[in-house]
């Protein structure tokens, strides 16, 4: 079967880092996507990763490494908007969407 | 603005009832999508379209049904509603894979 893996939730520290991993087992590989979606909201699109390494986007990173099934959300200088919910997704062999069950975060003061 | 628009945003449905959501997108892209999100659960999806007049079942497409006449459209109806479809249904939609997709504000619904 195909699944996605995170952390259920994390908590950090305004102004820290945080780290959100996902690691993969799927179908295929065509690419993995992340995802914010705030409480009550639809997710918006945040990054891409096809190639290994790291894609940086101000202060979000994501890294990919496909021979471990494995990637990872960097959010650097931690604002209380980013309390929110990041999704993390991959697309398979047949091109469809597999999605984790999110990473919920909460950012203390 | 363009984007893509559900509707109803949230309805409450009697056991039994057929309803319809309805999802348009004016980006002209080729793929939609029709998802469910419960708590701890995330995403799943219950139908998908990869270009218009041809549809595919998702990981849950029971009880639910889809059509895509045009590019724009893609309604999702419940031909007869049970509490175990309570949920917040969402449409999506992307020029083609390997590209992001779009959401609509979703619909939040509850069966009783």
């Known amino acids: 079967g195909q699944n996605i893996d995170q952390p259920t939730e994390m908590t950090a520290t305004e102004g820290a880092i945080v780290q959100i991993n996902c690691t993969y087992q799927?179908?295929?590989?065509?690419?993995l996507f992340w995802y914010q979606q705030h409480a009550g909201e639809a997710p918006t699109f945040l990054s891409y990763?096809?190639l290994d390494g790291l894609e940086e986007k101000g202060r979000f990173s994501s890294f990919l490494s496909r021979s471990k099934g494995y990637s990872y959300l960097l959010l650097k200088e931690l604002q209380m908007k980013d309390s929110a919910s990041y999704l993390c997704?991959?697309?398979?062999?047949?091109?469809?969407?597999?999605w984790g069950a999110g990473t919920k975060l909460i950012i203390k003061p | 603005i363009a984007g893509i628009t559900q509707a109803p945003t949230s309805q409450i449905l009697a056991a039994g009832r057929r309803m319809t959501l309805r999802c348009t997108q004016d980006?002209?892209?080729?793929?939609m999508y029709w998802y469910r999100q419960d708590l701890g659960l995330g995403l799943r999806l219950i139908h998908y379209?990869?270009?218009?007049?041809?549809?595919g079942k998702g990981e849950v497409p029971d009880g639910y049904s889809v059509s895509r006449a045009n590019t724009d459209d893609f309604p999702l109806t419940l031909a007869s509603a049970v509490p175990s479809q309570t949920s917040v249904y969402f449409c999506?939609?992307?020029?083609?894979?390997?590209?992001?997709?779009?959401f609509g504000q979703g619909t939040r619904l509850t069966v009783v």
């Open positions: 999506a939609s992307r020029r083609t894979e390997g590209t992001e997709a779009f």
């Open positions: 980006m002209r892209h080729n793929a």
């Open positions: 379209s990869n270009t218009a007049g041809t549809t």
């Open positions: 799927t179908s295929g590989f065509n690419g």
């Open positions: 990763n096809v």
């Open positions: 997704a991959v697309e398979d062999s047949n091109y469809q969407l597999i």
